[in-house]
């Protein structure tokens, strides 16, 4: 009984052209939002990542493009000064939040300027969360001129 459920089985998807091991439908997507973009950049509409900035750059942004949002998901952006000389460890600089008005995709940055002082050498963070977790670190470095 179970061989000829079985070469009935094989028949049919041999008919219809869908071997065993093919899925079909569309390919699975990640449950809820998540980041389909996200990186460190010259301005917020680049699409070029940057990783390296000197002192006196003016402003760094956040770029990222989030797919799958849900009515109000909130993505929080937190800028860290991870290893920099003159500052403590992991020494929060700012944060930034936005709140999704509906479902979709969204496209956009946060940034950061440039603090008084300058940027200090070191390296950097930018901790992007969706609806309060974590999903993407950034990281970029800032060299002394």
């Not at 997507?29 to 003016?58: C, I, W």
């Amino acid at each position: 009984m179970k061989t000829m459920a079985l070469l009935m089985l094989t028949a049919i998807l041999g008919a219809t052209g869908i071997s065993g091991s093919e899925e079909t439908g569309t390919p699975s997507q990640a449950a809820g939002p998540h980041f389909k973009l996200a990186m460190v950049t010259t301005d917020k509409y680049s699409r070029n990542e940057k990783t390296v900035f000197p002192s006196d750059f003016p402003r760094i942004f956040a770029v990222y493009q989030v797919a799958d949002a849900a009515q109000g998901t909130k993505l929080k952006a937190v800028w860290i000064a991870e290893k920099v000389e003159g500052l403590e460890a992991k020494t929060k600089i700012t944060e930034s939040e936005s709140t999704f008005s509906a479902k979709g995709e969204y496209m956009g940055a946060f940034s950061c300027p440039r603090p008084p002082q300058g940027w200090l050498a070191g390296t950097y963070l930018v901790e992007l969360s969706l609806n309060g977790a974590v999903r993407k670190t950034l990281t970029f470095r800032v060299e002394k001129q």
